[in-house]
């Protein structure tokens, strides 16, 4: 998925979360089950996706933003290009939204 071309080349790019309510969150051992209330649909993922969830219920955040989040409040690290597979992925399923 490209990201929105309204946006100026200079601006960098942010996410953000559903709603708050959008997305139910259910720890299933090591997985994780995430419901998605507005389109019915329930997706099986692993950490760091709810982390990047949760990072994100704070607001708005461009990736480095978000990386230092992640280091902050759950001791996740990783590479830029990791990162940006998974804000991809989120996109992707309609978790997070590309600004």
């Known amino acids: 998925m490209t990201p929105p071309t309204d946006r100026p080349s200079d601006t960098p790019v942010s996410y953000r979360a559903a709603a708050p309510g959008a997305t139910i969150v259910t720890p299933l051992d090591s ?45 996740v690290e990783g590479e830029a290009g990791a990162l940006a597979a998974r804000l991809d992925e989120l996109v992707a399923l309609g978790l997070i939204e590309r600004l």
Do not use: K, N
């Open 31 to 75: 997985l994780y089950a995430l419901y998605d209330r507005r389109s019915g649909l329930t997706q099986l993922v692993a950490q760091p996706v709810p982390a990047i969830l949760s990072a994100l219920a704070e607001g708005v955040a461009t990736p480095g933003e978000l990386q230092a989040r992640l280091e902050r409040d759950f001791a």
